[in-house]
Structure formats: structure tokens, C-alpha cells
């Protein structure tokens, strides 16, 4: 954990300088990677800033101290996964709470909810965030908390987070916002009242599809007390060559976000006014969209007929990445839940990467017409 008191630079000079870029020992140009596991102590009553690694290591506090000024929170935590991070702050709640989800969340926020937090206790309710009356209505007595995703996976509707805000705070409960589908560059929750942020690091701070790694930011020193206890409790911690490469994918978090939300904006436009696409979500912002073709049927050799992107799991690279939800990222949705959401086969969600729009606007034309032949 670490705390960093102020954040006097503009967002895209913080990706680069923000007091955690540098080795403190030897000025190198970037934290070398501590791979060890213990720090020998000065002396049984003088303990050195790092004792055991599961604690502290000092590859994982810069990163953290990274995280914390880009969300400009009072502290960060960085976890092994997404995953471990939703977790991690979950157990903040104990049996008997209760919490307010956002209805088409990713899949596996909806499965460790249902099938590992429901069994200690923790209440959930699923509804759709994006209508403040909907939430106020699931509110209960014991609702401690709000888990809401900025932009929601995969249909991207769009939560008001101030509006989330206030309701949490009129009923006393902590906003918890997984920013994952936005990143800090494009959207800041802590600095728009949410308590606790949410990343799965995996995609847009990693970015280059070569790490598994989530991060949590907190705004208050009291939730950072409670953070930095269960990260040291449970220990579901990031490890130092992971950190790494989390902290140089950082430094280019604004350049790719800028060029892939441009694309990403025209390429949803250029789908609306295709013959072969029935329906386009794109809520304005941010580098995923997704569609539905004519037919469901084409669904699954159109993706298999693209060259371009990776064909799976995962968002937020530099490459292009085609998913088909209902098969991949919600695959774990049982399918009477999936079918209600509207889940199909036929639902496409594409994470826009690096390359040149005419060039995946060609793929998916020639992918259009493989599709249709197949299908004759
Ligand atoms: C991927 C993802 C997660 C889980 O992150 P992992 O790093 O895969 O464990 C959580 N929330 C959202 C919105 C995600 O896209």
C-alpha cells in the first residue's frame, strides 16, 4: 500500500511521473522487479520497512502508488486477478448484508456472488443501474453497499455514477464502482463520490494481453485500514513481475485509450449503416462495442472468419479481440439467466485495439460475406 498526498500534474504526465516511477535507491529509470519472498531486518526492535512479501513488496508499492494517484485516491492495492480484487473487497461485508449489483455485470462478479459469497451469507440483488429507481427499490435495511460497473458488459450501458452516489450515501452504504470497461483515463469514479474502485488490470492499465492482475483504490484512510488488512489476510496479492509489467503498460494508458475510443467511435458508426448488422450498442465512449447481426446464426462464422482480432476472452488490448459473451465472458451465467438478458449466441462484443480502421472495416466486410456463404 502506499499514499500519495497530492496530485499537482495533468493525467497524462501522472502515467509517467508520479513520485513511484523510479528505483528510490539507485535513481533507475524504472522499480527493478524484487523477486524475493523476505527482507533480512535490521534487528529484532528495528523492523525495516519490508518484512515478508505477501505484506510488502516494494516492486507492488510503486505500482500501487501509481494506481492510488491515477484514480487520485487515498491509497491503492493490487491483486493476482479481477477477480481477486472484486473478492477481496467483498469481504468487507459479512453474513447477513446485503448488496446492489448491476444486472448484466461480468460474468464472473455474478458467479462468485451466487456461488461462494451467497454460501458465507452475503446477500446480493441484480438490477439494471443504469435507472436510479430501480436501485432505490432493491435497497434493504442491511444493504451495505452498491457494486456497480461504469459501463456494463456486455450490452455498455452507461451508470450515472453521481447519481449512484447520492443514493448510496442516503442510505448509508458504500459505492463501489468497477471502472474496468473505462480505465482512469477516461473516467475517474472516486472524484465523482464512489468510495472504492475496481479494476480488472488484465485489460486497459496491463493493455498488452501479457499480464492477469487487478487493482483496488480507495478513497478514505479508514478504507484503506480495512483494504490493507484483507489484502495481508487473504492474500490474494499481485506478484512482482507482474507489478512490472503492470507499471510500463501504465505509461501508454492514454495514448492507446485516445486512438482506441476514436476508433472505436467509428467503427460502431460505420456498423449502424451496415446491411448485415441489426443492432449497435456503443454508449458514446470507450473501445468496446457491441452488436447483433441480421441473423444470430452468422454469429459464429462471422468471428471465425475475422483475421484480425484474437478470437476470446478478455478486452482492453492493443489487439483487437472479438467476443462472443453467451461462449466466453458470461459463459458461466447459467442460460435461463443469460436468455433473459439477452445473452445470445447471436450477441458479438469486440474490443476495438491499435490497428487501422480500414483495416478491420475490410475484415469485417470480407468476414460478412464469408459468413453469408457459409450459412446458404
Ligand atoms: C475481466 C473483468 C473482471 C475480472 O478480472 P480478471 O482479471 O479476469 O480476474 C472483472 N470485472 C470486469 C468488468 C471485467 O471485464
Not at 446477500?123 to 435497497?139: E, N
Request: include cysteine.
Amino acid at each position: 500500500m502506499t499514499s500519495s498526498p497530492t496530485w499537482p500534474r495533468r493525467f497524462a504526465t501522472r502515467l509517467l511521473h508520479t513520485g513511484h516511477e523510479q528505483d528510490p535507491t539507485t535513481g533507475a529509470a524504472a522499480v527493478p522487479i524484487y523477486q524475493v519472498s523476505m527482507f533480512d531486518q535490521p534487528g529484532l526492535e528495528t523492523p525495516g520497512e519490508f518484512d515478508y512479501a505477501r505484506s510488502g513488496n516494494p516492486t507492488r508499492k510503486a505500482l500501487e502508488g501509481v494506481l492510488a494517484a491515477l484514480d487520485e485516491g487515498h491509497a491503492a492495492f493490487a491483486f493476482g486477478s479481477g477477480m481477486a480484487a472484486v473478492s477481496s473487497v467483498l469481504m468487507l461485508f459479512s453474513a447477513g448484508d446485503h448488496v446492489v449489483v448491476t444486472d448484466d455485470c461480468y460474468g464472473g462478479t455474478y458467479r462468485v456472488l451466487t456461488r461462494v459469497f451467497s454460501r458465507f451469507g452475503l446477500q446480493a440483488t441484480f438490477v439494471d443501474t443504469s435507472d436510479p429507481d430501480a436501485v432505490r427499490a432493491a435497497l434493504r435495511p442491511n444493504t451495505r453497499a452498491l457494486l456497480v460497473e461504469s459501463v456494463s458488459n456486455p450490452f455498455l450501458k452507461r451508470t450515472d455514477i453521481p447519481a449512484m452516489a447520492r443514493v448510496a450515501q442516503a442510505h448509508g452504504a458504500l459505492l463501489i464502482v468497477d471502472n474496468t470497461f473505462l480505465s482512469p483515463a477516461l473516467s475517474r469514479p472516486l472524484t465523482e463520490g464512489a468510495d472504492i474502485v475496481i479494476h480488472s488490470a488484465t485489460k486497459y492499465l496491463g493493455g498488452h494481453s501479457d499480464v492477469v492482475a487487478g487493482a483496488v483504490v480507495v478513497k478514505t484512510p479508514a478504507l484503506a485500514q480495512e483494504l490493507g488488512f484483507l489484502q495481508n489476510a487473504v492474500g490474494a496479492v499481485l506478484g512482482p513481475q507482474d507489478c512490472f509489467l503492470l507499471q510500463r503498460g501504465i505509461k501508454t494508458l492514454q495514448v492507446r485509450l485516445e486512438r482506441q475510443v476514436r476508433t472505436a467511435g467509428a467503427l460502431a458508426k460505420w456498423l449502424t449503416e451496415r446491411p448485415e448488422v441489426r443492432r449497435v450498442f456503443y454508449p458514446g465512449t470507450g473501445a468496446v462495442v457491441s452488436f447483433r447481426l441480421a441473423q444470430d446464426t452468422l454469429a459464429a462464422p462471422f468471428v471465425e472468419s475475422l483475421q484480425l482480432p484474437l478470437l476470446g476472452v478478455s478486452l482492453g488490448a492493443v489487439e483487437s479481440i472479438v467476443t462472443v459473451p453467451a461462449r466466453h465472458s458470461h459463459a458461466s451465467v447459467p442460460v435461463a439467466e443469460r436468455e433473459r438478458r439477452g445473452i445470445t449466441d447471436g450477441l458479438i462484443r469486440f474490443s476495438v485495439g491499435l490497428e487501422d480502421l480500414e483495416d478491420l472495416q475490410e475484415d469485417f466486410v470480407r468476414a460478412f460475406t464469408q459468413a453469408d456463404r457459409a450459412a446458404a
